[in-house]
């Protein structure tokens, strides 16, 4: 609908299009956190290279393939991801982005902060999910946030 149709039409016409744009828009966020008994300077290192991310993957992500900045790989009998470091903030945060379309648009999002000695770690999947796709995926997805987690922990002390 144009610009001009819109402001010519009529309320309802304005509100419908503005909640399918507001739900299309939307993300479904999954979160887990650790703090890691260790310097936030080591923590970030980690994290910003994207070779040792496989590290941190579940075993249903195979033929990984990564270099400091990029990363593909299949989730076994589902889809092929392509991503990549989309900014880095040393220190603080790694945001990565899909480098080719993927099934639903997403964003993962390193956060991190320092507690005393310690790195508080707060990783996120914001993930444009349909209905459908909310059902089926919010289950593995959040199961993979807390698997980076737990594995980053483990891997970094």
């Known amino acids: 609908m144009s610009r001009c149709a819109l402001a010519s039409g009529s309320w309802l016409n304005q509100t ?6 507001s739900q299309t828009n939307s993300m479904t966020t999954f979160e ?8 936030i300077s080591k923590v970030y290192s980690f994290l910003a290279d994207f070779n040792n991310h496989q ?19 299949n989730i076994q009998n589902m889809a092929k991801l392509s991503l990549k470091i989309e900014s880095r903030i040393e220190n603080t945060e ?8 993927p099934p639903f648009d997403m964003e993962l999002k390193w956060s991190l902060s320092a507690k005393n000695d310690s790195t508080e770690v ?18 593995p997805l959040q199961k993979l946030a807390n698997h980076q987690t737990q594995s980053l ?4 002390i």
Do not use: C, H, R
């Open 153 to 156: 922990y483990l891997l970094v």
């Open 94 to 101: 790694i945001v990565i982005i899909p480098a080719e379309k």
């Open 55 to 73: 590290k941190l993957m579940p075993d249903s992500i195979v033929d990984w393939v990564s270099t400091a900045d990029t990363a593909k790989f």
């Open 122 to 139: 707060l990783f996120t999947i914001a993930a444009d999910l349909n209905l459908m796709l909310k059902m089926m995926a919010s289950g």
């Open 16 to 21: 419908s299009i503005l909640i399918a744009y």
């Open 32 to 39: 887990s956190n650790v703090t890691i008994n260790q310097p």
